[in-house]
């Protein structure tokens, strides 16, 4: 079988759990050949080897049965950073980019902040903010040992400074306090029918899942926060879709001020900010 003929068998049959069916069976040769798209579209007649073929049917055969793309490579493109991912972690998804942007926005005219990224998964969130900053002090917490060992990989994958903490959202964080708190936290709700069966089946439920509404955790934050920012310190959270309104409602029950909500590429509303301001 050469390479070609592995990538026209694998994307009539990827059509049914992929998007782009032909990208991810070009890409998946790849992974099994060790090569770049370059070299698969300069040498496509290339004969695949037995250990070539072997690999390329396994990950084939995982894809068909909705596995992750992403688990299958263990990468995944966030702020143009190629950072590993495994099934200990959520995969970063190009709309929590936004919450990247607007973080970096709003301390845009300050120096040398302290910045703390609850629930940082693959670190993902931490590390972009890091490197674009590296002024900035980064704390990133976890729930999960697991996902925070893929965390420290891809900080020092990039060459960040990242002070990782084992802890249940602020538990472990004693009286430290911050300038800025960030978050992608679950806020899926248990009973969503929306919610993609193989992202379900697959990527792990405690990174998704926040309780019968999807706001539990988000909730938690924005009540905790104020016991660890400094004044006129910000939070700025990732939340659904329709989640904006009572986003906005937690922060000006909680006592936020200069509350905004922005909207990702798609226009729907995905991440939203506000300020402790002393009365």
């Known amino acids: 079988m050469t390479r070609q ?9 990827l059509a049914r759990v992929s998007d782009n069916p032909r990208l991810e069976a070009q890409l998946l040769v790849c992974h099994a050949c060790c090569i770049e798209q370059t070299g698969l579209f300069a040498h496509p007649d290339a004969e695949l080897s037995t250990e070539e073929r072997t690999a390329f049917e396994s990950c084939f055969s995982s894809r068909l049965e909705g596995r992750p793309f992403a688990y299958i490579t263990g990468n995944k493109e966030f702020w143009s950073l190629d950072l590993v991912v ?3 972690v959520l995969i970063p998804r190009p ?3 936004l919450l990247v942007e607007v973080t ?4 845009s005219h300050q120096t040398r902040l302290h910045v703390l990224d609850l629930g940082t998964g693959s670190g993902a969130v931490a590390v972009a903010i890091a490197r674009e900053r590296n002024d900035c002090r980064v704390v990133a917490t976890d729930i999960s040992e697991a996902a925070l060992e893929v965390a420290r990989l891809n900080a020092a ?3 960040t400074d990242i002070t990782f903490i084992h802890s249940d959202w602020y538990t472990n964080l004693g009286h430290d306090r911050f300038d800025v708190i960030v978050s992608n936290p679950p806020y899926v709700a248990e009973d969503d029918p929306n919610l993609d069966e193989h992202v ?16 539990q955790d988000i909730e938690l934050i924005v009540r905790q926060a104020r016991q660890h920012l400094h004044r006129q310190g910000h939070v700025i959270i990732e939340h659904g879709f329709e989640q904006g309104m009572a986003a906005r409602d937690l922060f000006r029950l909680n006592g936020f001020s200069q509350i905004q909500t922005y909207r990702d590429l798609s226009g729907l509303e995905r991440v939203s900010s506000a300020r402790l301001v002393p009365d």
Not at 5 to 13: G, L
Not at 104 to 107: G, M
Not at 200 to 215: F, M, V
């Open 86 to 88: 495994n099934e200990h």
């Open 157 to 159: 994958r990039h060459g």
């Open 95 to 97: 709309e929590t980019e």
């Open 200 to 215: 379900a089946r697959h990527e792990p439920g405690q990174a998704l899942i926040s309780g019968k509404g999807g706001l």
């Open 5 to 13: 003929q592995a990538v026209d068998h694998a994307a009539i049959k």
């Open 104 to 107: 970096l926005h709003l301390i």
